[in-house]
């Protein structure tokens, strides 16, 4: 055999996911992990916490005074107009709130599935961000960075650990609501790493991804003949060249193959019983925010690896769609059932012990009253809300504090970076020794911050 030959012979197997050499195959991480899955659950457009977690006595007294300069000097916000117009003046929540929990952790009537479930969950009422505006501060969210190009945090934990799925993504996106997040794809793409570590998007009706089904005439004795022949065009290809990328193209060939099978299967929820339908609120003939919950049980049942729900419209500035009392109790009621339900059955199944579930959005939602057709409030990046749940998290506490007013976090801060380099932690990794080379850098998810919470892991 020549040594071209000893080359495609020794590619030959870099595109079955599981086997050694595969860009899917499953690593350890360099510490035993807290968690093996990620389900994180992404409310996009920016929760008020003031309406939801963040009881305010105080602010609700004070409510339509003037807030005091001092509060105000040297902040920013995405809509300085409405913000300021006629001089910013304090809005107190309408909300009812009611301590729940062992702990008695604060949360409102908007709620009232997930209150029941607080023993279960770790509220961090101290969260903040850097960036005000949707579309960047989704991208920091989700990758660390305001910057379009950059890794997405599913992709960087597939890096990590690679997949223990053969059939389906590591990684894999669900969208609900009316639309999708700002920022799109970029929110869970693979920036500079290989593209077999970006999310895949899976619709909610129809195929679940554009031309999984071969067209008409064609068998599967002609598509695996036709499989085969472009992988050893790749094959041939990689030995000339050595980009890595063909080894992935290759293996998306596959997996797009053992998909047409195993993404039909996944999406048919005809198994499920009614007990279980009740529980999360799902109608399983209708794409929803519930449905995908119940998808994201499933896909971790099936070993993908990261499972993030996007679910929008949380912007509440007070214009048509946006209003803080309707509106926002719509989109609460939206997806309160079944965020409640995805932990409990995960913990009914076993799931949640080796799962970290995720809920938050971008940034939180100002003291101070937005003046459009309805009084709304603005993004706040200085204190926002998220809650946590599964393995290595400390159950049914609140970790965090704002002042009175809710503007800034006074306590246990725990900025975006921190919050990454804790999700990284419990997966195993040191958030400053996941790193990949690019342009000379080594590049982080946390780039050149971070700091464990270890308040918030058990």
Known sequence: MGLG????????????????????????APVRPRVKRVIYLFMAGGPSQLELWDHKPKLTALSGQAIPDSFLEGKRFAFMDTSFKNRSTLLGSRRSFRQHGQAGVWCSDLLPHTSGMMDDLAVVKSCATNLFNHAPAKLFMNTGSGQFGRPSMGSWVTYGLGSESR??????????????????????????????FQGVPLRGSGDPILNLSNPEGITDVRQRRALDAIRDLNLQRAVVTGDPEIHTRIASYEMACRMQTSAPELMDLAGESPATLKLYGCDPAKP????????????????VRFVQLYHADWDSHGGPGQTIDEDLEKVAREVDQACAALVKDLKARGLLDDTLVIWGGEFGRTPMGEIREKTGRNHHIDAFTMWFAGGG?????????????????????????DVHATILHLLGFDHERLTFR????????TDVEGTVLHKLVA
């Open 5 to 28: 030959g000893m080359a495609l012979a020794s590619l030959a197997g870099h595109g079955i996911a599981g086997e050694a050499g595969s860009p899917y195959a499953p690593r350890s």
């Open 167 to 196: 059939d389906l993504p590591a990684f894999v996106v669900l969208q609900s609501g009316p639309r999708g997040p700002r920022g799109g794809p970029a929110n869970w793409a693979s920036g500079f790493l290989p593209t077999t």
């Open 288 to 303: 929803s925010f519930a449905r995908n919950c119940l998808l994201a049980r499933r896909l971790i049942e099936r070993d």
């Open 393 to 417: 998290i400390r159950p049914g506490i609140e970790l965090g504090r704002t002042d009175e007013l809710g503007f800034n976090a006074i306590e246990d801060r725990a900025p975006v970076h």
């Open 438 to 445: 690019f342009q000379g850098r080594d590049f982080r998810l």
